[in-house]
């Protein structure tokens, strides 16, 4: 019997310290939406998971979220954004896009040997809209309409 209940403590105790390990990891994500895209975030925007990234030159950050299309918006005049006529995310770790005004451009997101995140799935998106920032920084905003769910890159 005692056994059993030291068992349950630890399985507790575990419990706790998983439960307290994803709020922080929570708390950072939106800690990190704050500093880097919109502050406050705008009402809609929830479930918000970031990772850094090192193939980016310099700091590298990719968010994933839920957001409602209006509250889009709000990101999309926080910045000088335009609209890309194409977005793709290869298998290699590239994403790739182009402007009407610019011919193809791609930066590596997760280089050989790098694990991506496993809730990192824009290949999975049906036809999303993407739009890049190049002011001060690059920003890649990938949106699926459909599911309210978006992706930012950020890489300085």
């Known amino acids: 019997m005692f056994v059993g209940f030291s068992v349950i403590i630890v399985s507790t105790t575990a419990s706790v310290a998983i439960i307290t390990l994803r709020n922080r990891v929570s708390e950072h994500a939106s800690n990190l939406f704050q500093q880097y895209v919109l502050n406050p975030p705008p009402p809609s ?17 990719v968010f ?4 409602d299309e209006d509250d889009l918006e709000l990101i999309l005049k926080s910045r000088p954004f335009v609209k890309t006529s194409t977005i793709e995310y290869t298998v290699t770790g590239f994403l790739k896009w182009e402007t009407g005004s610019a011919s193809r451009v791609m930066m590596q997101l997760y280089a050989g040997g790098q694990r991506k995140p496993r ?6 998106m049906n036809s999303p809209e993407a739009y890049v920032s190049t002011k001060g920084d690059t920003r890649i905003l990938i949106f699926d309409s459909q599911v309210g769910e978006a992706y930012l890159v950020i890489s300085k």
């Open 64 to 67: 994933h979220f839920r957001i």
């Open 119 to 124: 809730w990192f799935t824009p290949q999975t």
């Open 45 to 61: 925007v929830a479930k918000i998971q970031v990772d850094t990234t090192a193939a980016i030159f310099g700091y590298g950050y």
